[in-house]
């Protein structure tokens, strides 16, 4: 399906390999092209002596092999340092943000025109002949003088390559990185005209009220892994006219073996096939994404927070800015409408309907998921809760209807947890009065 495609694309893209093994096919190509080239504009190749490689064969292996030698030591020397900051990373941050870096574009261009420079000088040696062999001098003049411009232009890329990975382990960096992946992730799954029956709420049990009124069969896992995608339109394709199905996990949610995918009843076809259908609909992986699972970015800013937080670290300025975006994540959050969990295909050609129930997570539960954790570490830490307060004080401050009741929620949780703090009285009454500001 479309879905499996994408994730595949996905999974590629955040690969160290797909990129450097572009342009390392490129630069096979270029190696068996270029001496061809070389062969057909000889004569007027001989003109322009300033800015080309004109040497004996031997000067061109000389050349060529120093090349080919010095540029694999700095490539595993490349990969070795990648190695270790990504393990710096997981351990200062959390392993979850690896990803983030194994997808960076400068890092995989680096690798990638390093390894291709490498690739193309190598094979392009074994074009360069000399007098002593029964073929004839051949001296691909275009081709080697392409090697050395690359080899200066590797040069310019490790001074790039130092510079880029000391920028982007930086904890602003890294904090902004994922905020703003966060908000293009709600753009495309929260768009602001996303259809009428946007925040229509309907639990599963009164839409089993509703529609479940025959027997319905249980679909279940086969294998584990964390869901990353539900294709939806695959779903009701399969359970076919006038049936109805409920997804029973949240996408990001881990899925054990025979684990419930969903429920399916009405005028069902109850063969295997079918039920086949609707298990390849739910896409399984190792780790989650921002694909179709937008908690996740939310995820990994509180456990950047929560790390900050820890003793071994002690970064209350990172703390203080990953609540900061999480702030203003909730805050575009909160000027969206949610998908209903209902979704009710009509075909027109019978008048038939399909009626699918989705579990999908609410403003409530990104609220709680985004200040609910770093609420309870932060507690003993004043600046980090006065901070905590202001940020969702303005929240509340822009949230509508049952949306305000959810960040009011959190802050009385926060003036709960003053009970059993060691602030000053002082500090306690600043506090509380920062509360009541909307209150």
């Known amino acids: 399906s479309i879905e499996r495609v994408r ?22 190509a270029l190696s068996s092209i270029m001496p061809g080239i070389d062969s057909r504009v000889e004569a007027e190749l001989t003109q322009q002596r300033d800015w080309l490689f004109f040497g004996s064969a031997n ?43 194994m997808r960076d574009r400068g890092n995989q261009m680096v690798l990638g025109i390093f390894l291709a420079t490498f690739l193309y000088s190598l094979l392009v040696l074994r074009q360069v002949r ?53 908000l293009d992730s709600i753009e495309q799954l929260f768009p602001e005209a996303i259809g009428a029956k946007a925040d229509e709420e309907i639990t599963v049990e009164e839409f089993r009220h509703q529609y479940a009124t025959q027997p319905s069969i249980l679909v279940r896992a086969t294998s584990p892994g964390y869901l990353r995608r539900i294709d939806d339109g695959a779903i009701i394709n399969a359970i076919g006219e006038g049936a109805w199905g409920i997804v029973h996990p949240s996408v990001g949610d881990y899925i054990t073996h025979s684990r419930q995918l969903a429920e399916i009843g009405g005028s069902f076809d109850k063969g295997n096939e079918r039920v086949d259908q609707i ?9 989650r994404t921002l694909s179709q699972d937008s908690l996740f970015g939310i995820r990994q800013l509180v456990d950047i927070a929560l790390k900050a937080l820890s003793p071994s670290i002690n970064d209350p300025t990172t703390a203080e800015h ?40 609410g403003f409530d539960d990104y609220v709680e998921a985004a200040i609910g954790q770093i609420r309870r570490v932060a507690h003993d830490n004043f600046h980090v809760t006065r901070y905590l307060l202001h940020v969702l004080v303005e929240l509340e401050a822009q949230t509508t209807g049952d ?16 009970e059993t703090t060691s602030f000053l009285p002082e500090e306690v009454q600043q506090l509380r009065d920062i509360a009541t500001i909307t209150n």
């Open 7 to 28: 994730n595949w694309w996905e999974n590629v893209q955040s690969s160290l390999w797909f990129l450097p093994a572009v342009f390392g096919i490129v630069a096979v």
């Open 403 to 418: 949306r305000t009741a959810a960040v009011r929620r959190e802050i009385d949780h926060v003036i709960c947890q003053l």
């Open 59 to 101: 000067s061109a292996r000389s050349i060529l092999t120093a090349i080919s030698s010095s540029l694999i030591t700095v490539i595993t020397l490349l990969f070795s340092i990648t190695m270790l900051t990504l393990q710096q990373a997981a351990t200062q941050y959390t392993p979850r943000i690896i990803r983030v870096f």
């Open 322 to 361: 990953v609540i900061s975006c999480l702030g203003d994540i909730l805050i575009v959050l909160a000027g969206r409408s949610f998908p209903s969990p209902s979704r009710t295909l009509e075909r027109d050609e019978d008048g038939s309907r399909v009626t699918l129930w989705i579990d999908r997570p």
């Open 279 to 287: 298990r390849q609909a739910f896409i399984l992986d190792h780790e």
């Open 130 to 182: 000399g007098d002593d062999t029964e073929f004839g001098s051949s001296v691909p003049m275009l081709s080697i003088t392409l090697a050395i411009m690359l080899t200066v232009v590797c040069l310019a890329l490790l001074i790039f390559f130092i510079h880029h990975n000391a920028s982007i382990f930086r904890a602003a960096t890294i904090v902004e990185r994922i905020h703003h992946e966060m």
